[in-house]
């Protein structure tokens, strides 16, 4: 058990629609980051946020969007949704946004477009 | 992003050692080496990370070449558990600090 949850498991969802993913990090640690992985991309780095504020954005497609709260979780918004967006999301978070420090993932989010 | 090359695939027999070699001659001078796990169906796993000297901790050794262009994880003693796609990563050291992942060594452990 790395210390980062996500949820939900899986989601199930069409077409079109909108969806949110959820992400605690462990205690204590100041940034999260969000990735993709599907068969055919591997694992993409989307996003990073380090106490709140964004630090860094990768393959992110302009329908998706993050945010971390005050409370330090974080939420990935998925809007507009198409079959290519099926995927597991990963977040993962860190103490610091140092390049030593170690990333420890949650479970991942299981997104499946129908 | 500076580029790693791994072999896509690596065979072991339980209790014996593993090599896990991988190339990165564009390395910069301010990219540390880092190496994470992933398991089936779970979040990838950091497993350790160096920038000019060998390390070691409880789960591998990370031998690094003398010219950082080439790097090789070792698994003393390889278990079941440690079936599992390993990837190499080069992570700035100065900009920002994401994981960029390869395809990774897909290892597999026989009993």
């Known amino acids: 058990d790395s210390g980062v949850t996500q949820t939900p498991k899986h989601l199930i969802t069409a077409t079109g629609q909108r969806v949110t993913l959820r992400c605690s990090p462990r205690s204590g640690d100041l940034s999260v980051y969000w990735y993709q992985q599907s068969l055919d991309q591997g694992l993409q780095f989307l996003i990073q946020y380090y106490n709140g504020e964004e630090r860094a954005k990768g393959n992110i497609l302009e329908r998706f969007s993050a945010q971390q709260f005050p409370d330090l979780h974080s939420e990935l918004n998925l809007s507009s949704l198409e079959l290519g967006d099926s995927a597991l999301y990963f977040c993962a978070s860190s103490v610091g946004g140092r390049p030593g420090n170690e990333q420890f993932f949650g479970p991942g989010t299981r997104l499946t477009v129908l | 992003d500076a580029k790693t090359t791994q072999p896509n695939s690596m065979e072991s027999n339980e209790e014996e050692p593993v090599h896990l070699p991988c190339n990165h001659s564009?390395?910069?001078?301010?990219?540390?080496i880092h190496w994470y796990r992933q398991l089936p169906s779970q979040g990838p796993e950091y497993v350790i990370h160096g920038l000019t000297s060998n390390v070691n901790n409880r789960m591998a050794s990370l031998a690094i070449a003398e010219d950082r262009k080439s790097s090789t994880l070792i698994l003393h003693r390889a278990t079941l558990r440690d079936a599992a796609v390993y990837y190499c990563?080069?992570?700035?050291?100065?900009?920002?600090?994401?994981?960029?992942f390869g395809a990774g060594t897909t290892v597999t452990v026989r009993a």
């Open positions: 990563i080069l992570r700035d050291g100065v900009g920002d600090y994401k994981l960029s």
């Open positions: 564009t390395i910069s001078g301010t990219d540390y």
